[in-house]
T-cell receptor, first 114, second 116 residues
Framework: DAGVTQSPTHLIKTRGQQVTLRCSPK?????VSWYQQALGQGPQFIFQ???????QRGNFPDRFSGHQFPNYSSELNVNALLLGDSALYLC?????????????FGQGTRLTVV | AQTVTQSQPEMSVQEAETVTLSCTYD???????LFWYKQPPSRQMILVIR??????QNATENRFSVNFQKAAKSFSLKISDSQLGDAAMYFC?????????????FGSGTKLNVKP
C-alpha cells in the first residue's frame, strides 16, 4: 500500500503565477482534504472533496480551488500567487463512511513563492 | 469556532525520561475526537494517539498515553522512556464527528527535543 502520495515535493513559483498540486489517496479512501501549513504553524483546513464535489471549505479565498477525479485523486490549484501562499501543502485521505476519523497524510508539497 | 491551544512552543527531555506535552481546546460540542500527531523533518504527519470524547478511559499506545479531562477541555500527551526518534513537532488536533462537517483543527505545535 503506497499510502498518500503528493507531487511535486518541492515547487518554486513567481508571484502572480498559477500552481497545481496533486494528491493520490490511500487505497480504499474516497475523501481528500487539503491543508496549508505556514512555517512554524499548525495546518489550516482549505477544503475537502468527496464524490468529486467540494463538501467543506475553510477560510481561504477563491484563488484556491480544487478538483477530485473519479479515481479519488485530487488537485489543488492556486491562482495569482502571493508571497504569503508560501507554505507546506498537506493532503489527507480518509473514508467518508467512518466520518473520516482515520485520516492519513501525505508528505506534503513545499511551495515557495518568490 | 473550535480552537486548539498548545502553550509550549518547545520542550526538551533526556533520553529514557518522561515528558508531558499540553493541549487545551475550546468547543461547545459533546461528540468529537482528539488526536496527537507527530511531524518529523520528513514532514509527514504521523498519528500518535487518538481519543474519542465519549470514552472516559484515557487512550494508550505503547509508550504514549494521554490525560483527557473533558470538563477542563484538556488533552495532554505523556511520552515515557523517551527515545531519540521521538524528536519532532507534535500537534494536537480536534475533530468534530459529524457527517458533512468534519475536519481537523490543529494547534500551533510543540517542538520536542530529545537529548542523548
Amino acid at each position: 500500500d503506497a499510502g498518500v502520495t503528493q507531487s511535486p515535493t518541492h515547487l518554486i513559483k513567481t508571484r502572480g503565477q498559477q500552481v497545481t498540486l496533486r494528491c493520490s489517496p490511500k487505497s480504499g479512501h474516497d475523501t481528500v482534504s487539503w491543508y496549508q501549513q505556514a512555517l512554524g504553524q499548525g495546518p489550516q483546513f482549505i477544503f475537502q472533496y468527496y464524490e468529486e464535489e467540494e463538501r467543506q471549505r475553510g477560510n481561504f479565498p477563491d484563488r484556491f480551488s480544487g478538483h477530485q477525479f473519479p479515481n479519488y485523486s485530487s488537485e489543488l490549484n492556486v491562482n495569482a500567487l502571493l508571497l504569503g501562499d508560501s507554505a507546506l501543502y498537506l493532503c489527507a485521505s480518509s473514508f467518508f463512511e467512518t466520518m473520516n476519523t482515520e485520516a492519513f497524510f501525505g508528505q506534503g508539497t513545499r511551495l515557495t513563492v518568490v | 469556532a473550535q480552537t486548539v491551544t498548545q502553550s509550549q512552543p518547545e520542550m526538551s527531555v533526556q533520553e529514557a525520561e518522561t515528558v508531558t506535552l499540553s493541549c487545551t481546546y475550546d468547543t461547545s460540542e459533546s461528540d468529537y475526537y482528539l488526536f496527537w500527531y507527530k511531524q518529523p523533518p520528513s514532514r509527514q504527519m504521523i498519528l500518535v494517539i487518538r481519543q474519542e470524547a465519549y470514552k472516559q478511559q484515557n487512550a494508550t499506545e505503547n509508550r504514549f498515553s494521554v490525560n483527557f479531562q473533558k470538563a477542563a477541555k484538556s488533552f495532554s500527551l505523556k511520552i515515557s522512556d523517551s527515545q531519540l526518534g521521538d524528536a519532532a513537532m507534535y500537534f494536537c488536533a480536534y475533530w468534530r464527528a459529524q457527517y458533512n462537517f468534519n475536519k481537523f483543527y490543529f494547534g500551533s505545535g510543540t517542538k520536542l527535543n530529545v537529548k542523548p
